[in-house]
């Protein structure tokens, strides 16, 4: 651990805490549909989509119709995604001549895409032609972060509405998001890049002679595009198998920063965001220091355990590392990548020492609400939100309130059943796959490495991370199929309760504050949030545990010792 180590972290902290209002206003303009600079450029092809598909803007919708939409919109998305990629041997903009994917890597290829997971049992360059690139997973890149940032948008409106039936309109708040944020950026974003070495190109290759005088081919490909929203959006998946280790992904030191910024910039803006709907700017600086408490023990624990190496490498672990990131700039990607639902890796996880590896594992079972994916990262930390303020009342014997809203039994139960999902699934798919002959042909590591192997990727997919200890085989069809059931579930079945919980807050009338309130913006209150989501977390992590990466730590320091 370096002194430059310690100056790259507080530097990626400031950077973000001074991006947080700028950003979080200009989401804020979108949540409220008021006109932006853009306006004037984009406004026409905004509206010419609305007369497209018959969609008036301002008619607003329940949560049911609003998830109901939703709902089908994915569908349809993935319907259409999965076509493009069994039919891609005939399709243009295939310069290698690739096959057509097969049936079961498609649909878990789809839904991994649909739900932000980006989850890559295939290497990229191999696997998909520049048209499946640009048009299948990029279609998705826009769109599933786009649905975050929207079902974000109708929950805030659940806590600010008073006595409303309505709790936005899906596709004015996707068409708006995508138009006015993720679609410029992205634009900015990926020019950068090609100015920073990432090519952005339809040749398929380019030979190259190297030092010894041997001929190599170069996979290239319309990369810079795809990587800008491959981060902005936290999607994650990479155009090159080694994703963001790879050179013509992630070309430098400053890029990298760059790359782990725009993972987060979103998800930090829509605290300020949250706080600014509400009416109490004090809520949503509130839950941005809650998550950057558990983001920076997270990173320190990860940093100190790939400095500190093993017995059989003391001075450091760098294997699975890139030498122009180094130890610091690769376990704070790792820790930014899991605990954002980004799964952009620039270091192989599955090489982590046992407790460096922890911390990517752990983040994902939390429910990646340490900032998280766009919108979903901040619509997860409300759930816990609203758990922490029902302990909260129970504790001072009153009925619990959070920003102006009475949290009462249905809401209650609607957000223990969204967060009961994720251990559900990761557990009961870890255990399938442990027992069973297809799922046990998988891990590249017998005993408990080959275990974590195992429990990273139902995590992974559950939580819609899409990072993996890549010593799993995952491209079969055991894996495919019970992975794509993980990944749809991990994201749909939060995503309706949550719409659930925002259609009965916004028909609730304000509660003000009083003086028997339990406060929810100072230091009691974060704390109690904190422990809400380390003791909640733990209905995952702690069954995990002793199998998997802190039994893996004592067999391989055992077996290092004797």
Known sequence: MTLAGWALLALFVAILAALAKPVGWWLHALYEGRRTPLHAVLGPVERGFYRAGGIDPAREQGWRAYALHMLVFQLMTALLTYALLRA???????PRELAGVGADGALNTAIAFVTNTNWQWYGGESTLSNLSQMLALALHNFLSAATGIAIAFALFRGFARRESATVGNFWADITRITLYLLLPVSVLYALYLIWAGVPQTLLASVDAT??????????????????????????????????????????????NLVQMLSIFVLGVGLTWTFGRA??????????????????IAGVTLAY????????????????????????????????????????????????????????????????EVVVGGVGAGIYGF????????????????RTPEYVG???????????????????LIILGGTAIASVAGAGLAGPLNKGPHGFTEILYA?????????????????????????????????????????????????????????????????GLWIGLLVGVILVLGGLTFLPSLALGPVADHVAGTAGQLF
């Open 278 to 295: 509400v009416g109490d700017q004090r809520q949503g600086w509130a839950i941005l220091v809650a998550m950057a408490i558990l983001f």
């Open 405 to 423: 809203k009475k949290i009462e039994a249905r809401e209650v139960k609607l957000a223990v059943l969204a967060i009961a999902v994720l251990p």
């Open 458 to 522: 139902f995590s992974s997919a559950a939580g819609n991370n899409g990072s993996a200890f890549a010593g799993l085989t995952a491209g079969t069809p055991f894996y495919n199929g019970l992975l794509a059931v993980a990944m749809w579930i991990g994201r749909f079945f939060v995503i309706v309760p949550v719409l659930a919980i925002a259609g009965s807050l916004a028909a609730k009338r304000h509660t003000p504050a009083t003086a028997g309130s339990f406060p929810t913006t100072g």
């Open 304 to 367: 100190a355990m790939e400095a500190h190496g093993t017995v059989l490498l003391p001075d450091s672990n760098m294997e699975g590392k890139e030498v122009r990131f180094g130890i610091v700039g690769s376990a704070l990607f790792a820790a930014v990548t899991t605990a954002a639902s980004c799964g952009a890796v620039n270091a192989m996880h599955d090489s982590f020492t046992a407790l460096g590896g922890l911390v990517p594992l752990f983040n994902i079972q939390l429910g």
């Open 382 to 397: 409300l759930l816990f939100a609203i758990l922490a303020v029902f302990v909260a009342g129970l504790m001072v014997g």
């Open 210 to 255: 190297t030092l010894e005088g041997a001929r190599q081919t170069i996979a290239l490909g319309p990369v810079a595009s795809q990587e800008a929203i491959k981060m902005l959006g936290t999607n994650g998946g990479g155009f090159f198998n080694a994703n963001s280790a790879h050179p013509f992904e992630n070309p430098s030191a400053v890029t």
């Open 88 to 94: 891609q041997a005939a399709l243009p903009l295939n």
